[in-house]
């Protein structure tokens, strides 16, 4: 009998767990249905404040994306220090309770894909999901978008850092690491080294 409530205890905890993970895709009609519900912040994520201005889903916040990814001389979108970030995340209105739905605009989907890492390396794994389509999708499913500039109560929020991101030095060591695959993720034509303007073009060096 004492075998048998600690497999159920065991059994409820595991799908507890399970609950508390969100659905890294969501669709626009998911976000429709709970574009109301307190526990979601919508964010749209986006280069040029003035798209965000001109257009966003009611009740959506706006991420530039260097406030989480900040540049510097030695290099672009690095990982945010966890005072600077958590002042960005809680205006935003995020809580570590928080279910965070991004989306983009136009095919700024790279941008979004790294605030998506950046938050759940913050802390928020399995409570960050991504609206599927962006808001082209939003728009096409024929919801409306609006000016309207929505009231966000500060949230409170309590940062990590849980080691999803690593910097060059890891990535030397382990280039030729039996245990570790080091994938490039980039367009064929950057990892081929095709002229496109970068400074350095090309796989690695």
């Known amino acids: 009998m004492k075998v048998r409530i600690i497999s159920i205890l065991l059994f409820l905890f595991v799908q507890s767990a399970i609950a508390e993970e969100n659905s890294i895709l969501v669709s ?18 986006n280069f040029l404040k003035l798209d965000f201005d001109a257009e966003h889903i009611a009740g959506a916040r706006y991420l530039w994306p260097g406030s989480l990814a900040p540049d510097s001389p030695l290099g672009a979108m690095n990982e945010p220090d966890l005072k600077s970030a958590q002042q960005v995340v809680e205006n935003l209105g995020i809580s570590n309770d928080s ?19 950046t938050l759940e390396n913050l802390g928020m794994k399995g409570k960050v999901s991504l609206l599927d389509g962006g808001l082209d999708a939003w728009k096409k499913a024929g919801f409306a978008t609006t000016k309207d500039l929505p009231e966000v109560k500060k949230g409170k929020f309590k940062p990590a850092s849980l ?12 280039l030729n690491s039996v245990s570790t695959v080091v994938v490039d993720a980039r367009m064929k034509k950057f990892y081929d080294g095709e002229p496109v303007g970068n400074p350095r073009d090309g796989g690695y060096s």
């Open 28 to 45: 626009a009609q998911w976000v429709k249905d709970h574009q109301s519900d307190p526990n979601v912040v919508l964010v749209q994520v």
């Open 99 to 117: 279910h965070i739905v991004l989306y983009f605009v136009r095919n700024e989907v790279s941008p979004t894909a790294r605030m998506f890492l």
């Open 163 to 174: 080691g999803f991101i690593v910097d060059k030095n890891y990535l030397v060591k382990n």
